[in-house]
């Protein structure tokens, strides 16, 4: 009988990639998926912690797990991700109904739980088990953990001090992705310009950039997230060189005020924050930068606050991921400090940073139409295929196009949080 497995994951991309190997590696054990988690004899909850809504909605998923073991108790459950630290105790007390813990890109428990051994599979990183490609574009993780430990965040607690991947390793990946059918691929980090920093040489992002390029059936490479101070002049240098590799950036600043920034530990001040991005603006004028902002930090005033409105409206980005401050149990701020901003207010806040963003938005994004822009069709979604340009901009198209061609597409329409157009014959690329 085959064993069925339902995998299930929230969070950010890193999650995703955890994912898709750790289901290449089930399928290579003869395991089938199903979407339907009734049907499954295995189940894995990937996690995130680094929002409440994210935590709310594993315990959703843990209780529906937990009325399924009474039915079958021979179901076997792990939980991973970035609810699980080193310490799993309150873990075991709070959900009996999982099997075994295992922390981001903790293989081995979930391994013998469906009584394979994990070395088999590779070995760390399992670098010889990689995801099998959904479509043309692909997420590859290139660096592990954080060592930046910012107050508000449990990153670094969950998943642990910054690791590279040798650089041949993840050249053998992308290969192997293109092979079959991947086209683009975004090199993930939590502070993605860090990486190399452990490795023998120090190789740097732009090294390993530049390997990347050199594959023949590879067209674009993204990466995210990025760092200020890890950002160095020479990984701006090859991003601007390099054909490949797209314009585009996700480098968070989080607040205006340099009160702030010391308070959360960013370790910048907003004066070297500003430095960063004109050097990267010189060297790439029309490149597309989002950003990542928290309102209601404890502590922050209405003056902290308007000094990230002003930096927004001086900056302009291409896109504005905020949230509003939530404790994250285990972290500095968490133990030091009080959450003494009201919930009215940062969900005032919250929507001040919005309507700032869905403004500028609008004003950038509109500047687009009536250019042709170069998209890789991603996939389809309600019957309209979608892309990106290469400064990172949402697409849709207005009319069928194979998924993973390259097509020039000639803006039509703009909206704040996406663009709209029709390919041109002529301008199809490859």
Not at 363 to 373: A, F, P
Request: net charge neutral; hydrophobic share 40%; glycine share 8%.
């Amino acid at each position: 009988m085959t064993t069925r497995y339902y995998l299930w994951t929230v969070g950010c991309q890193m999650n995703q990639a955890d994912s898709e190997k750790l289901a290449a590696g089930f399928e290579r054990l003869g395991l089938k998926a199903t979407d339907r988690i009734e049907r499954a004899d295995v189940v894995v909850l990937n996690t995130c912690s680094v929002r409440q809504h994210a935590e709310d909605r594993a315990y959703s998923k843990l209780g529906r797990v937990r009325e399924l073991k009474r039915e079958k108790p021979g179901l076997k459950v792990a939980l991973m991700g970035c609810m699980v630290g080193l310490k799993t105790d309150d873990l075991r007390k709070r959900f009996p109904q999982v099997d075994v813990f295992a922390r981001p890109q903790q293989f081995d428990p979930i391994m013998e739980l469906v009584e394979a051994p994990a070395e088999d599979l590779g070995g760390e990183f399992w670098p010889a088990t990689y995801a099998v490609p959904e479509g043309p574009a692909a997420y590859v993780p290139i660096v592990h953990g954080c060592n930046k430990f910012c107050t508000y965040c449990i990153v670094p607690y969950r998943r642990g001090r910054e690791k590279s991947r040798p650089m041949d390793e993840i050249v053998r990946e992308v290969a192997y992705l293109t092979v079959n059918g991947v086209r683009e691929v975004t090199l993930l980090g939590q502070t993605v310009e860090a990486y190399g920093h452990d490795l023998g040489g120090q190789p740097d992002l732009g090294d390993l950039m530049r390997e990347l390029s050199a594959l023949a059936r590879l067209a674009r490479i993204r990466f995210l997230t990025s760092y200020p101070k890890d950002m160095t002049h020479r990984i701006l240098e090859a991003v601007a060189e390099l054909p490949k590799v797209m314009e585009c950036f996700s480098l968070p600043f989080q607040a205006g005020s340099d009160r702030v920034l010391e308070s959360m530990r960013r370790g910048y001040t907003k004066a070297e924050y500003l430095e960063k991005i004109a050097e990267l603006r010189a060297l790439m004028p029309n490149a597309g930068i989002t950003t990542d902002v928290i309102v209601g930090y404890p502590g922050e005033t209405e003056a902290d606050f308007e000094e990230t409105c002003e930096l927004l409206e001086r900056l302009r980005f291409d896109k504005v991921h905020v949230a509003a401050y939530s404790p994250r149990p285990g972290t500095i701020a968490f133990r030091t400090l009080d959450d003494d901003v009201l919930a009215a207010e940062k969900a005032r806040r919250l929507r001040r940073v919005e309507e700032i963003e869905a403004r500028i938005s609008q004003e950038i994004n509109t500047t687009y139409v009536g250019s042709v822009q170069e998209i890789l069709v991603e996939g389809v979604r309600g019957e309209q295929p979608f892309g990106r340009t290469r400064t990172g901009k949402l697409v849709h198209v207005d009319t069928p196009v194979r998924a993973g061609s390259l097509v020039g597409v000639r803006i039509d329409h703009a909206g704040p949080f996406s663009l709209r157009g029709m390919p041109r014959d002529a301008l199809v690329l490859a």
